[in-house]
Structures are given as C-alpha cells and as structure tokens.
C-alpha cells in the first residue's frame, strides 16, 4: 500500500506564503489536495497527474501552484496570497488504481493545518 506523508503547513499572515509537501511511498498517477476545516463541507482545492496536467478549484485559481518532483516522488502546492478562508487541514490524497479520476482519493495523506491569520 503507498503511504502518503505531508508537511508544510503552519501559520501565514493573509496575503503570504506556504508551501506544502506530499511524499509518496510508490507509483501514483494523480495526487491532489482537499481541505477541510471544521463545521465546514470538504473542499477539492488542486490536482495534478503523471503527464503534469494541473486542475484547479475557481476559489484558488491563480493563487495556488501545484507540482511535482520525480526524483523525490513528491508533490507540492504552492500557496500565494493566502486569505482567512483557506485555513483548513489540507489532505492529500492520490489515485493507485484505474480509471484515473482527478478527484478520487485511493489514499490519503494524514492531514496539515494552515491557518491564515493576522
């Protein structure tokens, strides 16, 4: 089974900068993101897959940045201009089987915070 391990989060002031990391274990085809904080309904934020075709949620848009390292078997997400109401626990996830779909998590990262605040 491939494991997924994250990190990068912490705390931003609104209009800075995170990165975080997704390291996988094994062989994955798509790897992405979701975020979720509490009372609130999970939300897909980024995609990205093996032929490096990248897919966003509108609400991040030009904001975020998704990418990937071969030689680490890592993904990243790039997160820029950060407002209040990207605080969440982000969680990767990935695709181990086929059909790939973009948003289907096989596997899941074990979740980081971010928290924009001033």
């Known amino acids: 089974q491939v494991q997924l391990v994250e990190s990068g989060g912490g705390l931003v002031q609104p209009g800075g900068s995170l990165t975080l990391s997704c390291a996988a274990s094994?062989?994955?085809?798509?790897m992405g993101w979701y975020r979720q904080d509490p009372g609130k309904q999970r939300e897909w934020v980024a995609a990205?897959?093996?032929?490096?075709?990248?897919h966003y949620a509108d609400s991040v848009k030009g904001r975020f940045t998704i990418s990937r390292d071969n030689a680490n078997n890592t993904r990243y997400l790039q997160m820029s201009s950060l407002k209040d109401e990207d605080t969440a626990v982000y969680y990767c996830?990935?695709?181990?089987?086929?059909?790939?779909?973009?948003?289907?998590?096989?596997?899941w990262g074990q979740g980081t915070r971010v928290t924009v605040s001033s």
């Open positions: 996830y990935a695709n181990l089987r086929r059909p790939i779909e973009i948003r289907r998590g096989d596997c």
């Open positions: 990205i897959t093996s032929g490096r075709n990248t």
């Open positions: 094994g062989s994955i085809s798509v």
